[in-house]
């Protein structure tokens, strides 16, 4: 379920419902994979780092997820160096 204040953006860019299948696949693998385990969903406002980098804050500020899995459609060679870097620094803090 999606938090009351949760806005999609991009979304000329980034076409939603094409997620919703990915999202759907990753939720159910996790439910697989361990049957017991309290599943908390995180969603982006768009597929822009710099809303991925504030839902990743948001995950390890929170403090609720011992693991974190999340899918991209991109490889990290398209990726900038700052971009990477910002990543490494909240997977960094995260762990």
């Known amino acids: 379920m999606l938090p009351k204040n949760y ?3 991009g979304a000329d860019e980034c076409d939603a419902s094409g997620w919703y299948g990915e ?3 990753d939720v159910e693998a996790v439910h ?3 049957p017991g385990a309290k599943i908390r969903y995180y969603a ?3 597929c822009f780092d710099t809303d991925f980098l504030t839902t990743l804050e948001k995950v390890v500020d929170e403090n609720k997820a011992s693991i974190v899995t999340n899918s991209w459609s991109d490889v990290e060679a398209n990726e900038s160096a700052d971009n990477v870097a910002a990543y490494e620094q ?3 803090q995260g762990a």
Do not use: I, Q
Request: aromatic share 6%; hydrophobic share 45%.
């Open 44 to 46: 982006s406002s768009s």
């Open 32 to 34: 697989a994979m361990a």
């Open 7 to 9: 806005k999609h953006t």
């Open 90 to 92: 909240v997977f960094l």
């Open 23 to 25: 999202e759907t696949l």
